[in-house]
Nanobody, 123 residues
Framework: QVQLVESGGGLVQAGGSLRLSCAAS????????VGWFRQAPGKEREFVAL????????YYSDSVKGRVTISRDTAKNTVYLQMNNLKPADTGVYYC????????????????WGLGTQVTVSS
């Protein structure tokens, strides 16, 4: 079973930037829509962004719109999440998942989750 692997997290000051990567285990092509979610301590996992399989459609949560860009590189078989002007409220573990069906902002409609990558934004 394909599993996605997240990387690129770290500690950054408010106003800084990070680029997260999401790759598939093995050499399986990521030929499906991929979503990014995040989970802050003590909170539910929440939707951040989604990109369609052909990169023609993207969705963002209101909390990150204008600061975050989701993209994919077919040649590198990787989906990226570029995050700019980071805020302490962006702190959490970031996960990427394979979209399966249904409403895109429910994590229950995704699978092949990775273990996540920690993003910490200091004030």
């Amino acid at each position: 079973q394909v599993q996605l692997v997240e990387s690129g997290g770290g500690l950054v000051q408010a106003g800084g930037s990070l680029r997260l990567s999401c790759a598939a285990s093995g050499r399986t092509p990521i030929s499906y829509a991929v979503g990014w979610f995040r989970q802050a301590p003590g909170k539910e996992r929440e939707f951040v962004a989604l990109i369609s399989y052909d990169a023609r459609t993207t969705y963002y949560s209101d909390s990150v719109k204008g600061r975050v860009t989701i993209s994919r590189d077919t040649a590198k078989n990787t989906v990226y999440l570029q995050m700019n002007n980071l805020k302490p409220a962006d702190t959490g573990v970031y996960y990427c998942g394979r979209y399966v069906t249904g409403v895109y902002y429910y994590d229950s409609n995704f699978g092949s989750w990775g273990l996540g990558t920690q993003v910490t934004v200091s004030s």
